[in-house]
T-cell receptor, first 116, second 116 residues
Framework: DADVTQTPRNRITKTGKRIMLECSQT?????MYWYRQDPGLGLRLIYY???????NKGEISDGYSVSRQAQAKFSLSLESAIPNQTALYFC???????????????FGPGTRLTVL | AQTVTQSQPEMSVQEAETVTLSCTYD???????LFWYKQPPSRQMILVIR??????QNATENRFSVNFQKAAKSFSLKISDSQLGDAAMYFC?????????????FGTGTRLQVTL
């Protein structure tokens, strides 16, 4: 079984709809991240969380919100989807820096979101 | 802010040959981590190799090795004995050593083609 899972894998929605992307992990990591990938731009950080009570904005958080329901679950919401939020979304996890391979982030399989 | 530059949008290599992918970065920090991730058509982000900046020895993982030049801020990936399964997008990424600065900064990627 995969260590980091994302649901759904693909989603098509319409402008103005609320969308939630979910991420679960079995790696036992405390830190979780949401990234967005656009063609030609690499991956950019949307939000990250160091533990259940900690939420931090990344470089492109406008239009998004997150919820850390448990150590293993981190959800990304688009409150009112717009076409330029069409992208590939990745969840990632890591251990604490200085703990094992805490500098390394492990990625889920990605969710392809299309907003019409 | 840190930046990562991959100046080769596309590269091609023949099976069994060696190819080197380039990556340069800009930072004022002295301690950090560098990574190469592979993204095959399945779109999964797979860690290929990691390098700790305080280590002078270049990291190696089987057929993959890096040439880390800290003074030049260069971190190239060498793939030896290239295989068809190596065909993918390759992303170079930087991570600060600061505990609260957990984000990965990615380059824009290099698409590697492997030909027979």
């Amino acid at each position: 079984d995969a260590d980091v899972t994302q649901t759904p894998r693909n989603r098509i929605t319409k402008t103005g709809k609320r969308i939630m992307l979910e991420c679960s992990q079995t790696k036992g990591h405390d830190r979780m991240y949401w990234y967005r990938q656009d063609p030609g731009l690499g991956l950019r950080l949307i939000y990250y969380s160091f533990d259940v009570k900690d939420i931090n904005k990344g470089e492109i958080s406008d239009g998004y919100s997150v919820s850390r329901q448990a150590q293993a679950k981190f959800s990304l919401s688009l409150e009112s989807a717009i076409p330029n939020q069409t992208a590939l979304y990745f969840c990632a996890t890591s251990d604490f820096l200085g703990q094992g391979d805490g500098d390394t982030q492990y990625f889920g399989p990605g969710t392809r979101l299309t907003v019409l | 802010a840190q930046t990562v530059t991959q100046s080769q949008p596309e590269m091609s290599v023949q099976e069994a040959e060696t190819v080197t992918l380039s990556c340069t970065y800009d930072t004022s920090e002295s301690d950090y981590y560098l990574f190469w991730y592979k993204q095959p058509p399945s779109r999964q982000m797979i860690l290929v190799i990691r390098q700790e900046a305080y280590k002078q020895q270049n990291a190696t993982e089987n057929r993959f090795s890096v040439n880390f030049q800290k003074a030049a801020k260069s971190f190239s990936l060498k793939i030896s004995d290239s295989q068809l399964g190596d065909a993918a997008m390759y992303f170079c990424a930087y991570r600060s050593d600061t505990g609260t600065a957990s984000k990965l900064t990615f380059g824009t990627g290099t698409r590697l083609q492997v030909t027979l």
